[in-house]
């Protein structure tokens, strides 16, 4: 029973870990477009666009890596448009995502069709660490289980959230980015582009996208469904706030949300819980992901009022030179 | 030379109409475009998507069947966008609405009950559900300072598993996500119920859920235009600063428009079970609370053009049942809606192409 236990909890933060990393990338993608003040609320489309894009690619080349390119690259360009709307245009950055995410919707579900019916595609490789399973004590229960054998993707999750960190925070591009969101006024008066900055942010956060699109239909769940991102893309727009617009608070929501997403089928494995292997009672299980999305808004919001933490102060307003407010 | 945008002073009347209809070609173009791409004859889709949803005889009824829930639940996500709050769950408000409507009409109210109180018993319940779930957003975010977006979004993937929970567990009915079909007495009427009468109504689908539409546009156009609640939305809307200093009360107005937006959405989805599909079932609207916000968007918030666009709408779904792949209408409805937000850019700036002049020159001329 002990072992049992472990074991189980293991592989539900194992699944977190899988399940979790195309939220990661999306949720770090939203993050570094919106502390360049431009709120893209596209993410939904931008990761199908990625998913599909991917899978197309790495299908055609028989190449996986090509896919992941042409993944970000999707995510990116289709980024731009809302780029375009919010930076150029000055329109409502709101709209602008909705509209993103009905046009990703839409293309990806047209030009999809061939896709649906393949079910062989070049994946991304798994990685194996055999020495984790010799680590005394934990090695076999837990590293193993958990790192030993896990795909690419999770590795690159795990050395982008500390790489964002430091691009945002520690750098010198980093602070210009995070100028243009907070004071564009001020950036511009210093002689930083703030349009050229925000145009390559909104880029570099759909890329992010993208790659989580790729992701998801290379590693995780290789294939192409219609729709197959069931709203994480949304998931990741509450996760930025959740996470505070930080990095590191990013990675807990996201593989949180991960273990909750694959609880329902994890939970059917439990012998003492049977109503969770009735498909019926399932559908309650089914709603806790999106149920905790809101509960953990709750939280964070309760917090960023009492701490005075919040959104980039630019975040979602246009700026044009020599406005008031700007 | 360089392109320099600036404000415009005045709009003329002309330019928010001229820009959605310049919208709405290259947003075709584009479609044409991108439906070329994907190996399709752009000129035969728009042919079939236009015969189909408005040509044949049949064309105008069915279109309007489908316009109904676009415009019930047009008009609901209007009332919350006109102060600036983003509910774009309305489609779990539809849900939940269809939810209660199929509770009162196939358990909690006998099949015998007369057509007028099962009716109106069944759209009183339609919107209270509708109101309720979208008074959650609307309280977290007066309350909590929850972001409206999101909250109102997970709750309709939420909303949608309740609904499979009822139409695969304790109402399912032969255990493929359908209940019961409606009794009689559970049905709007619609055309062709007169088609003894009138042969021509025969076969005729469109039902009395336009009705409400058309009464909720109205009430909302008198609302909007000489009520104080319709002003002080307005003026949240613009300026919610402003709005608190005059001494509005934001969150009770937020709730108050989130209940209204909610219910207005139920009501969709109460009108689209009694008139078009009476049954509960899984998926049975394709959508109609997101492209609701599409409409209401081109509507610009108007209720009345909420009914015209929400027609067109109508037509691009009736098309899209028969057009394939079905995602071509979702992905010209975003198109459209690019080209939309796009274009008014050009109606709020004055877009000028200016020549770099030197500045002596012009000091010159002083």
């Known amino acids: ?326 | 030379m360089r392109v320099k945008i600036e404000p415009r002073l005045d709009v003329p009347r002309w330019m928010p109409f001229a820009s959605i209809f310049g919208a709405l070609v290259v947003a075709l173009l584009l479609g044409a475009i991108l439906l070329a791409y994907g190996g399709l004859d752009p000129v035969t889709a728009y042919w079939q998507m236009l015969r189909v949803g408005f040509l044949e005889p049949y064309s105008f009824s069915d279109t309007m069947v489908k316009a109904t829930p676009l415009i019930l639940a047009g008009l609901g996500v209007a009332v919350a966008f006109k102060m600036r709050l983003w509910n774009i769950g309305a489609e779990g408000q539809l849900f939940l609405g269809a939810w209660a409507t199929a509770g009162v009409a196939l358990f909690w109210l006998p099949p015998t009950t007369p057509k007028p109180i099962m009716l109106a018993v069944m759209t009183l319940a339609g919107f209270v559900a509708g109101a309720v779930w979208g008074a959650i957003p609307g309280v977290l975010k007066a309350k909590l300072g929850v972001n409206e977006i999101i909250s109102s979004l997970m709750l309709t993937y939420v909303a949608i598993q309740y609904n499979n929970y009822f139409v695969y567990g304790p109402w399912a009915a032969g255990g493929f996500g359908l209940t019961a079909p409606f009794p009689k007495t559970a049905w709007f009427p619609r055309l062709t119920d007169y088609g003894n009468a009138i042969p021509a109504l025969r076969g005729l689908t469109a039902h009395m859920g336009i009705v409400y539409g058309i009464i909720a546009a109205v009430v909302l156009y008198v609302i909007f235009k000489y009520s104080k609640w319709g002003y002080e939305l307005k003026v949240i809307g613009d300026n919610p600063n402003a709005a608190r200093y005059a001494g509005m009360n934001l969150s009770r107005n937020i709730i108050l428009t989130m209940v209204i937006s909610g219910g207005l959405a139920g009501l969709a989805g109460m009108s689209e079970l009694a008139g078009a599909v009476h049954r509960l079932q899984e998926n049975f609207s394709p959508g109609y609370g997101f492209t609701a916000i599409i409409v209401a968007w081109l509507g610009r918030l108007n209720p009345l053009g909420i009914i015209i666009v929400g027609y067109l709408f109508g037509g691009l779904l009736v098309a899209g049942d028969v057009i394939q792949p079905a995602g071509i209408p979702l992905m010209i409805q975003g198109i459209i809606l690019f080209c939309v937000i796009s274009a008014d850019t050009f109606t709020r700036y004055r877009i000028r192409i200016v020549r770099a002049a030197p500045v002596t020159a012009t000091a010159a001329e002083v």
């Open chain 1, 1 to 326: 029973m002990e072992l049992a236990s472990l074991v189980f909890i293991v592989n539900i933060i194992g699944a977190g870990l899988r399940t979790g990393t195309p939220l990661l990338f999306a949720t770090l993608g939203e993050i570094i477009t919106e502390r360049s003040g431009v709120l893209n609320l596209g993410v939904e489309g931008m990761m199908l666009a990625g998913a599909l894009a991917g899978f197309a690619v790495s299908y055609g080349t028989g190449n996986p890596w090509f896919g992941v390119m042409a993944g970000m690259l999707a995510g990116g360009t289709l980024s731009l448009l809302n780029g375009l709307v919010a930076i150029t245009l000055r329109g409502d950055q709101v709209v602008s995502g909705l509209a993103l995410t009905f046009v990703g919707r839409g293309l990806t579900s047209v030009l999809g069709v061939a896709y649906v019916q393949i079910r062989e595609v070049p994946r991304l490789p798994t990685v194996r660490l055999p020495f984790m399973y010799d680590v005394p004590l934990i090695g076999p229960n837990i590293l193993w289980p958990l790192f030993g054998e896990q795909n690419i993707v999770l590795y690159l999750g795990f050395l982008l959230v500390p790489a964002v960190w430091f691009w945002v925070e520690r750098t010198r591009p980093g602070l210009h980015l995070r100028a243009v969101g907070e004071k564009p006024a001020a950036a511009d008066a210093v002689g930083i582009n703030v349009a050229a900055q925000r145009y390559l942010y909104v880029f570099v956060g759909g890329a992010f996208a993208g790659l989580a699109g790729a992701s998801l239909s290379l590693a995780i769940t290789p294939l192409w469904i219609d729709d197959m991102t069931a709203g994480q893309g949304w998931i990741a727009v509450g996760l930025v706030i959740f996470a505070g617009w930080n990095p590191w608070r990013a990675v807990l929501g996201a593989y949180i949300f991960g273990a909750l997403r694959r609880l329902p089928l994890d939970l059917q494995a439990v012998g003492w819980l049977p109503f969770a292997s009735n498909p019926i009672l399932g559908v309650w299980l089914e709603m806790i992901p999106y149920l905790f999305t809101i509960v953990a808004l709750i939280f964070s919001s309760r917090e960023a009022i009492r701490k005075r933490l919040g959104a980039p102060a630019a975040l979602g307003i246009p700026y044009i030179r020599g406005e008031r407010g700007a």
